[in-house]
């Protein structure tokens, strides 16, 4: 009876002094990724002007994001991106060429659910937000033909502030009690147009032609376009929780 009463007052002491384990419900994370911009331009010529190609643009991005958890499983989340992109380089006759590249920021928010599976946890994000103005770029050259008389050109066109979205789903691969790493496959798709941007074209003389976009069928600019950006990115992402 005494060794009962001795064990049981041992093990009540120990739980009343056995801290409770650490629930973190706040994280940051920073991720890499690459993939392709699919891209609403016209083919490019190729192979000298033989073939027609499309643009095939890809490239990286970068960013940041934190959140918390409000429920089990079921986070808010911000996320600050940087995206770019740039196009094969199309060959057209007499030596002409052309390659199209363009680079946006893009803050979005949204919530994120997580389920444990094996050491770590399936996630989806899904989040609304907003692509800030940017600029997308054309650099060419034209007219050589192999005997001079060549020349490059650089033509710039400026896009507004964009609404959409963006979604991504992958797997967090826990490193310890804070830190994971993430790989996932993020979709976005922002709207914008140029309507009141410019269209500046330098060429290799410095020489600069800046026309305006505008709505005014009377006006002297060139007509405005909408533009729909939209990304597929492989996404690789280091967490920490606190």
């Known amino acids: 009876m005494k060794v009962t009463l001795v064990m049981f007052a041992l093990a009540t ?3 009343a002094y056995a801290e409770p384990a650490p629930v973190h419900k706040g994280f940051v994370e920073g991720g890499a990724g690459w993939g392709y911009a699919m891209s609403n331009v016209q083919f490019l010529e190729v192979n000298n002007g033989t073939l027609l190609a499309p643009p095939h643009a890809s490239g990286f991005e970068l960013d940041v994001a934190g959140g918390y958890e409000l429920v089990p499983g079921i986070s808010i989340i911000g996320d600050l991106q940087h995206a770019s992109a740039t196009s ?12 199209y590249s363009s680079s946006y920021n ?5 919530v994120r659910t ?19 103005p940017f600029d997308t770029h054309a650099d060419g050259t034209f007219g050589g033909g192999g005997g001079g008389g060549g020349g490059t050109a650089h033509l710039t ?19 310890n009690d804070r830190m994971y790493l993430g790989a996932g496959l993020r979709l976005e798709a922002f709207s914008t147009d140029n309507v009141g941007r410019t269209r500046v074209r330098v060429d290799q003389n410095g020489q600069t032609t800046t026309e305006t976009y505008t709505t005014d069928p009377t006006g002297q600019g060139p ?15 280091f967490g920490y929780r606190f």
């Open 223 to 237: 007509t405005p376009s909408a533009l729909s950006v939209q990304d597929l990115r492989l996404r690789i992402s």
């Open 157 to 175: 066109v400026g896009y507004n502030s964009g609404f959409g979205g963006r979604g991504e789903m992958g797997y967090h691969f826990t490193l």
């Open 13 to 15: 002491t120990t739980a």
């Open 88 to 99: 094969i380089q199309g060959s057209g006759g007499n030596g002409a060429t052309v390659q």
């Open 106 to 110: 893009s803050l979005t928010v949204g």
């Open 114 to 132: 997580a389920h444990a599976v094996g050491s770590g946890e399936l996630y989806a994000d899904f989040a609304i937000g907003a692509a800030f």
